[in-house]
């Protein structure tokens, strides 16, 4: 059974990733290529030609066209057989699937359903990306050997930093301060303040709070899977308006989740501070103490992973905590519902 | 179809692998959690938190209790739920099995069925164990990617030994000496004499023998697959009464299988023997020469396995050395059987 | 599905490669023991004791016999069990099937059906083999993670030449010249000439042509896997007779496909040419040149292969040049029928 949402956006590569190579990627299962038009525009072509679905990405692209490395036959960046070598007459089955793309956030996004539906407003809201005051770590990327509804489970979960990121994000002052659920029409949010605490590894390294401080954790999640978390720290006591989280220590922390296989995920993330946000130095930390970070996730959730399909078991007990994950799976189980019922006569209205 | 018996005692580890450190180790197909208490004794739980089925093996030991890495969910050593963070009451099934454990013979063992059937009387005795004029080679470790009853075979069988093991245990002599095979309500026994035959290589490597010699092999197999060797030598035409065979050279190598996998088993062993008793070197070099003979077996079994495996057939004709190892499956199978019975009224009287 | 033709002569080795060590192979999914015998004659046997299914290529060879390395039966080059040790009478089904082989072309020829129909003239000719004025490199191998059929679809198919071949034996000259076929009982034909067009990379390398040639690509395919490529260059507008095309630059290249497996073949290839015949470092340089293109072919072909076992379709679109592919796999898919057909009273007559 498969796990997957079509119609949505997905970042299928970093911008800096797509250019005049041939570059393949799996999203969703299926073999994506990418590359990018003499305009400078991504294209995406399902990498597989359908004589003997050798990879395209063998290949070589002549202008815009990719010419499959096999017999050479040709393909625009719709997918239309340009040139059967050897052939006059193009077969009508000869053909590939080409995607919708969109550049943004430094990042190709790429659609994997109907193309009809494929409307660029979609893609998630970063907030405070390119304006002053704040520092950008971006093109991060890691690779999870686990499916990404185990990693959206994580995503709405404030209470697993405590445990998992202990030591970066997480300390044992959250250990029972329970978390408040919001449910919207396509996103849910799990969010925590944890107050009179001593602040987290990497809050200790890299702010100046002298005391303890409080600390939020907002985890909203984006249907199917894009992760937005802001999480902060100010001096305890203080009144926690947008105003005074700003002038504190505070991150917007996106997380990109692109499926690749059901059991496997590419995990595309960028962060934001408003801390040095002009310090390359504290760049670099932050991007290293981050990926740390994931990669803790990474390796628990490989363990899950394995352990689930070794035994068909998801889980045998649930627990409070799993409010949020649990309403994600639900919502993204309607998802899937709809995309496999025919649409009524208005559907694209 | 499982070829386990459950009802049993395995040797889990070595009593010096089991400490105050986490130790994950498969053992009849479960995840095992194996850890030492505060007050030194072994503690086994199911590896695998009911939650979402992280190995408790990557939490923490708090006292005698183990914390999941993920959520903090903490077990007692009866795999009783002490606390779930965040939340006040535990949920019924927020519990993991906890396994019976013994220690004897400086390894730890394990009863992975019925708890209410766990006797440590049941676990084999080792002859000499101890006593002064033996020297003991244990804590010693080989993994076998074959099952366990394709090992068990070898186990019951000397006369592999003259063809897989001519650099140690075996030579020529014995090619053409058949075995006596005896059965008990759970072992089999199956023997020969070979007599007037020179010493096999570690015989003549340790032993003073100027002459030829009568050689005996005494294949014990307790189910389900506890293997006991009694071997040995003594100038040809002795009288191989109890005493001459102590005084003759003479060694008790006891092999304990505890089944990974089907397909896989974990082979623990250990040594005694009556020359040069307290001689490290010898000790160093019994350890190696035994090893090698018993990787002969690993690295054989491993071909049969896939073989077999491969084909779906396990021997095509059977001989005359069958009768010992078709004893030993036979009564498995009735092991097996009687474990998946209802146990009528008295069964556990 | 098997798309194995059985009843046909396959190269099981290279002589050079079976001598009198136990040489261990996989052909058509069997596995396969290889040795010769006191004589100098090839033997084979199926590489598994039918005891408990161990391999024999561990155990010994004693004179003409074989002894299996686990309990010492031993088997004849036909594969009748001679002797069981420790048992007088020998089981009926102690026997090992034995494989007719004939050796030709140094190399060792295998069948591996019906040893009735074995007859050596069905052997394929190698035209100028041995003869004068032909230089010849064999003894080459590569391994393919690919069906054969996959292999065999290149193999008459001029075409792919121009696009995966371009550093070697193919050029750009080609792209638009369209193939005939020609069908007979046993073998297809795939042939085109590519007139005044600049010699490929090999030819230009090794031959000296000043001006444009006209090329000829002649794809033999004997069912059910051996391939002869008779290739060449000759100045432009030379009559194409035999005679002119020996006093060009002529190759004859032969693959000899060997089934390992469903999705892995082995490759057996040797060439023949007729310039410089007797330079070694041109044999070399030849070897060397002919195996990258070989390799191009197999790296292709492995990717090709993985997609169609994940996506269980073997083509989306059908072209003009898979004409001959297409006769070929229809004439096997005959001959497995006829394989699997009861023989008609006077079918071996």
């Given amino acids: ?28 299962g299926d073999p994506v290529l990418l590359y990018r038009r003499e305009d400078g525009q991504p294209a995406a072509l399902v990498d597989r030609c359908p004589h003997k679905l050798a990879p395209l990405s063998l290949g070589e692209l002549k202008g815009d066209h990719v010419q499959c490395g096999y017999h050479g036959m040709t393909f625009d960046c719709t997918g239309s057989c340009v040139r059967v070598p050897g052939q006059q007459n193009i077969p009508p089955t000869a053909r590939v699937r080409a995607y919708p793309l969109h550049e943004r956030y430094n990042a190709v996004w790429i659609w994997m359903g109907d193309p009809a539906l494929a409307d660029p407003a979609a893609i998630v809201e970063v907030p405070r990306y390119g304006e002053p005051g704040w520092g950008l770590v971006d093109g991060q990327y890691l690779h999870f050997r686990s499916n990404y509804l185990n990693i959206t489970d994580n995503l709405v979960d404030p209470a697993h930093t405590t445990y998992v990121h202990k030591k970066t994000i997480g300390n044992a002052a959250g250990e029972d301060v329970g ?32 005391g303890v401080t409080d600390r939020w954790q907002y985890y909203y999640l984006h249907l199917p899977s894009t992760s937005y978390v802001d999480f902060g720290s100010i001096d305890a006591g203080t009144e926690p308006s ?4 700003d002038s ?12 690749e296989t059901e059991s ?26 981050m990926a740390l970070t994931f990669q803790e996730d990474a390796d628990l959730l490989a363990f899950v992973q394995r352990e689930q399909e070794r035994t068909g078991v998801r889980e045998y007990t649930r627990l409070a905590i ?3 994950p ?13 995309e496999a019922t025919p649409p009524g006569p208005d559907s694209r209205a």
Same sequence: chains 1, 2, 3.
């Avoid at 059974?1 to 969703?28: C, D, K, P």
């Avoid at 303040?193 to 390294?205: E, G, S, T, Y």
């Avoid at 947008?242 to 989280?245: D, F, I, P, R, T």
């Avoid at 649990?326 to 709809?338: G, N, P, T, Y």
């Fill in 179 to 210: 978390v408040t659920v919001e449910q919207g029409d396509a996103h849910v949010l799990a969010y925590r303040w944890i107050r009179n605490a001593p602040p987290v590894p990497l809050v200790a390294r890299m702010g100046n709070f002298r």
């Fill in 322 to 324: 799993d409010n949020a």
């Fill in 242 to 245: 947008e105003a005074n989280k």
């Fill in 326 to 338: 649990a309403r994600i799976r639900r919502m993204v189980e309607r998802l899937q519902a709809a």
């Fill in 1 to 28: 059974m498969s796990t997957f949402v079509r119609n949505a956006w997905y970042v299928a590569a970093w911008s800096h990733e797509v250019g005049r190579q041939l570059l393949a990627r799996t999203i969703l």
């Fill in 264 to 289: 496997t995920t590419h995990y595309f993330w960028l962060h934001l501070r408003n801390y040095h946000p002009g310090d390359p130095k504290v760049s670099a930390d932050v991007a290293s103490l």
């Fill in 248 to 259: 504190g220590f505070r991150s917007f922390s996106f997380n990109f989740l692109t499926p």
